[in-house]
């Protein structure tokens, strides 16, 4: 039941991110980025925050208010451009905001389900991987759909679409029933201690640790990448998918990023986690930023043939995404007490967060100064320089110690 819902929910939350970029760059060109950059600014306001009273909230609860919340915003934004016959920018914003809030009070909550229901450690892997794989074939389902409907219903839809998902997300938690899970009944913290609490918890773990540091980078980089730059290159180049739609053809570049995103999660996701993971981790931030820096190289084509060539570099960059999820994912679980999950998983948040609105923020700026070339390809190597400066750092050193109790 639990997996059910997700996966209805990760295929509207491809649905929406792939309208969201698209709705961003035909409303406010190229400052479309900073639609996005807010929805990052409120997931990393709202996941600092909102630890000093999340650790208090049963679990379950949480994530299904969350749902609830983001299919009443999105219902109702596309009530009010029905009404107008436009996309109302100021409703996108209140969207952007809602969704931003929702995305920091479900994640932490998700992280700290899933031990309750999978207790038996050697079975995380393969748990975390069914719901990356989940993840990753919602990334080749819901682009696809985008693509294939791009030409046959209006792009508000696809919100409407996403909202019911949500519904139907939050109905599967309700049917779940009550999870066992970890909640602080002490006296309750500082602030300030609940917000460096999570990052306290990673530092204890080198590889946690590391990956927490480069987060921001890194996956500022590949958002500035795959949500802004691509979606802005098509749209200039004037390449076109099914039915002579710009938004098709992003959708099925990101469809392509799914198919060999998904094949790398099961590969991934059969195998036990090593005990020095950090070789697998390190290796897929340098495959990730090889195939963004070739989304560059692909966009010098000629537009017939950029398209082929944008969706076999999303291919190539799709492999190394979960090489280092699914590790990482399973040494937060194993690897840190119980009770420090949900502040890990905030922590994560927040870097990735950080990451994503800065190079958002930067990146109008950058393309109009460097050109859509030089930035896309500037992110591709940032990424590598992820995974190369890791190999430096942590050496040898071992990234897991013993389970904690």
Request: charged share 10%.
């Amino acid at each position: 039941m639990l997996w059910g819902g997700l996966a209805t929910s990760a295929v509207g939350d491809q649905l929406y991110a792939v309208a969201l970029a698209w709705i961003g760059v035909s409303v406010f060109g190229a400052r479309g980025g900073y639609l996005s950059a807010l929805s990052s600014g409120c997931l990393l306001v709202t996941a600092l925050a909102i630890g000093h009273w999340a650790d208090r909230w049963d679990r379950r609860r949480t994530m299904i208010f969350a749902d609830l919340g983001r299919a009443a915003v999105l219902a109702g934004l596309v009530v009010v451009w029905s009404a107008d016959s436009a996309a109302p920018p100021l409703g996108l914003v209140i969207a952007v905001i809602v969704l931003g809030i929702g995305g920091a009070c479900f994640q932490p909550a998700l992280q700290a389900v899933l031990p309750g229901v999978v207790p038996e450690v050697r079975l995380l892997p393969a748990a975390n991987a069914l719901l990356d794989a989940t993840d990753r074939i919602a990334r080749l389902i819901g682009p696809g759909l985008v693509a294939l409907l791009a030409s046959l219903i209006p792009i508000k839809h696809f919100l409407t679409l996403d909202a019911l998902t949500f519904m139907a997300s939050a109905a599967a938690m309700f049917l779940v029933g009550r999870v066992a899970t970890h909640r602080d009944t002490g006296p309750r913290p500082p602030v300030l201690a609940t917000i460096t609490r999570g990052f306290r918890a990673m530092a204890r773990q080198p590889l946690l640790w590391y990956t927490l540091r480069t987060n921001a980078f890194w996956n500022g980089a590949w958002v500035c990448a795959f949500l802004f730059a691509l979606p802005l290159l098509i749209a200039r180049h004037g390449i076109t998918g099914p039915g002579g739609s710009g938004m098709g053809a992003y959708g099925l570049v990101i469809s392509a990023y799914g198919c060999t995103n998904l094949l790398a999660t099961l590969v991934v996701g059969s195998r036990d986690l090593p005990k020095n993971p950090q070789r697998l981790v390190l290796a897929g931030k340098i495959i990730n930023g090889t195939g963004t820096g070739l989304l560059a190289m692909a966009g010098l084509l000629p537009a017939y043939m950029a398209l082929p060539a944008l969706a076999a570099a999303a291919a190539i960059a799709a492999i190394g995404g979960p090489m280092g999820d699914i590790p990482v994912a399973v040494l937060r679980q194993t690897a840190l007490p119980v009770a420090d999950i949900p502040a890990a998983m905030r922590a994560y948040l927040v870097t990735s967060s950080a990451g994503a609105l800065a190079a958002l923020l930067l990146a109008p700026t950058l393309i109009q100064n460097f050109g859509l070339f030089a930035v896309m390809s500037g992110c591709g190597a940032v990424i590598m320089a992820a995974g190369l400066l890791g190999f430096l750092v942590l050496g040898a050193a071992p990234a897991v110690a013993e389970a904690a109790e």
